[in-house]
């Protein structure tokens, strides 16, 4: 395993996005997911064959808006667009699942087009610009990455148990549940507004 300091040339996103290849799976444990993030690798993850992502049970936890550092990718104004975009790309491709608690760690399990784990990132990152090391982060997470098939194969097997687990812990009727409030959260997120509601918003939340 070799240390990641997320900065300059050794980012979490350089080691993901060669993975991200047309065919190819990805399995993600995530404490967020931000939209902006989600900007920055949208086509590539479009193209992959499977998506597996555990998230935590509390939707205001996975901050879709991003934090301090995306206050930049903001003022875009792009995001009800990226949050239908996401919306459409969860529906289409992703296999979701609610962890049953918080989630204190990141993971990313990329795999070849036969299953076969080729690198695995675990630690304390999360699917945001932050996470990713696109934006400056805290110095003090610690994320390691695989460098053999072996460490890769080892990790990604602790994925699958989480995977499976949360599988036998939700009843049968809730299957989706978790899949469908974070769709629900998106589309809620990319509805259109009418000015006078956008701007009231505004005030609320400024005074």
Same mark, same amino acid.
């Given at each position: 395993m070799k240390l990641i300091h997320n900065t300059g040339s050794q980012r979490v996103i350089d080691l993901i996005r060669p993975h991200l290849k047309p065919g190819n799976w990805l399995g993600c444990? /995530?404490?967020s =997911?931000? #939209?902006?993030? =989600? $900007?920055e690798v949208r086509e590539a993850l479009s193209a992959l064959e499977?998506? &597996?992502l555990i998230v935590p049970p509390d939707n205001e936890a996975l901050e879709h808006l991003g934090s301090e550092g995306d206050r930049?990718?903001?003022?875009? #104004? &792009? $995001?009800r667009w990226l949050?239908?975009?996401c919306a459409k790309w969860i529906s289409e491709k992703v296999e979701l699942r609610q962890a049953s608690r918080s989630v204190p760690q990141g993971a990313a399990v990329m795999r070849g087009q036969d299953g076969t784990p080729e690198q695995v990132v675990l630690g304390s990152f999360a699917f945001s610009t932050s996470g990713l090391g696109l934006t400056p982060g805290n110095p003090l997470s610690l994320i390691q990455a695989s460098?053999? =098939?072996d460490e890769a194969a080892q990790l990604a097997k602790w994925f699958d148990q989480q995977?499976?687990? #949360?599988q036998r812990e939700a009843p049968v009727e809730d299957k989706n549940t978790g899949r469908d409030a974070v769709l629900e959260v998106l589309r809620a997120l990319g509805e259109h507004r009418d000015p006078f /509601?956008?701007?009231t918003l505004m005030l609320h939340h400024l005074f």
């Open positions: 444990v /995530t404490p =997911f931000s #939209l902006h993030a =989600f $900007a499977r998506v &597996q930049a990718a903001r003022n875009r #104004l &792009q $995001a949050a239908n975009q460098e053999s =098939f995977w499976e687990s #949360l /509601t956008i701007y």
